[in-house]
């Protein structure tokens, strides 16, 4: 398997740590806000990779965590005169209902910033104790960059003068203008927490640092992770931050590799908040199958920036319907998880710094050939098993044609209608079973009046939306 490395900006083997196992930290979400689209590509792209290093055989173990201190957060609860945990609960948990309807699988370890605290102590203390960080007069702790030499190795740029280092206020007691808060005094009133440098709030950077040093490092490598990843907006200060941290407070670096995906446009612009032009992932499920969602935000290679637009969106949904057609034409039937030339190909491209496009590529190809061959008398039997073990395979490295696929076909229609057009199938059932034809004949009627179509099966009835 080979990755694209963003530090050393070339593609690599990837040879873990320990052999057959792999390990990944991804930065998660801030909970103070709705999910934007933003956070489904970066989600599903490394949904997507756990699901490509599973296949491969590796054991996975995939961190992805929770920041629920943080500035915006405490804002959030004084205007809603809510609690912290308040705001924090309610939008973490919207967010994994958000990602379940992505199809994205739950990492095996999710912490949280406020569970963590002891672990950013220690990590703190370390740095101060090694000479590479400081406290001010106001109770501030201070990474100092100037002490390590290999700062701004990650990032390769050069540092400027108006560059953002933190979420909180900065102080003119630095020593230097790119140092970075570890920890920062709080003296206004607001949500603190106690430690052992006087109460405040942890620094954003710190964080990760050491929750990947709580749940993931180990002793006597050279790494703490395999992989570390997030969006591109955060390889600088976050990532690089991060590195330094690390790197002075332990005998190891952070990650042997670095991936980061692409930005999302709206419409050609940079989605960004202050543009008002943040599609949130809620409104777009309102519209979409969390399915077709996921099809289109993975349709272009992860490091891509990715431009959404709705002509793009109902593109890929007609390429997904190819897919559930196929399924409907084989549905019913059992099928074995047979290897098949098609997986195994499937699994080469991906393997290949998961180059999506030719994965699809030959998805359109396989059901190509396959609806061809069904339209072929006496060649059905082989071909529809074979099929089958691709579609299971599809959906355990892609996540995509997971649905029933009669009910993939009636999304868009409201929960109260499904509810009528399934009594009115019961009904027409018990007709049928009656032999009472006439009023079959009516209650179907009634059912397709519904602008639905229904299909008598061996495994019942089905409908779809027209």
Known sequence: ????????????????????????????????????????????VFD????????????V?????????????????????????????????????????LGVIRPDIEPKATESLEAMFTLIQKLIDSGHAYTTQEGDVYFDTSSDSEYLSLSK?????????????????????????????????????????????????????????????????????DIHGG???????HHENEAAQTRCATNHAIANYWIHNGFVNIEGEKMSKSLGNSFFLKDALKEYDGEVLRFYLLGSHYRSNFNFNTDDLQVAKKRLDKIYRLKKRLFGLSHNFEKTEFQTKLLEVL????????????????????????????????????????????EKVLGFGVKNPYEYFQ???????????????????????????????????????????IMDTPDGTFWEKI
């Not at 052999?19 to 930065?27: I, Q």
């Not at 009472?436 to 179907?444: G, H, I, Q, T, W």
């Open 411 to 453: 999304h868009g229609v409201d929960p109260q209608t499904k509810e009528k057009i399934f009594d009115l199938i019961q009904k027409r059932n018990e007709a049928k079973k009656a032999k009472d034809f006439a009023s079959s004949d009516k209650l179907r009627d009634e059912i397709l009046a519904f602008g639905v179509n």
């Open 48 to 59: 997507l990779l756990v699901r490509v290093l599973r296949a491969n055989g590796y054991d």
């Open 61 to 101: 173990t995939y961190a992805r965590n929770i920041t629920d201190i943080d500035d915006k957060i405490i804002k959030k609860a004084a205007e809603q005169n809510k609690s912290i945990k308040e705001i924090t609960g309610f939008y973490t948990e919207a967010f994994h209902q958000e990602m379940q309807a």
């Open 157 to 225: 740029r050069v540092q400027e003068e108006d560059d953002k280092q933190q979420r909180v206020a900065s102080s003119s007691l630095k020593k230097n203008s790119a140092d970075f808060a570890l920890w920062k005094s709080v003296q206004d009133g607001s949500v603190t927490f106690e430690s052992p440098f006087g109460a405040g709030r942890p620094g954003w950077h710190l964080e990760c640092s050491a929750m990947i040093e709580k749940h993931l490092a180990k002793e006597h490598q050279p790494y703490a992770v």
């Open 1 to 44: 398997m080979h990755l694209y490395d963003s530090v050393q900006k070339t593609k690599r083997k990837f040879e873990p740590l320990e052999e057959g196992k792999a390990s990944l930290y991804v930065c998660g979400p801030t909970v103070y806000d709705d999910a934007h689209l933003g956070h489904a590509k970066s989600a599903l």
């Open 231 to 237: 969006g591109a907006d955060l390889l600088f200060p």
């Open 351 to 394: 393997s290949d710094d998961l180059n999506i496009s030719s994965a699809l590529a030959l998805i359109d190809e396989m059901i190509s050939s396959a609806n061809e061959t069904l339209d072929t008398p006496g060649k059905h039997k082989a071909l529809k098993k074979e099929t089958l073990a691709n579609f299971a395979y599809i």
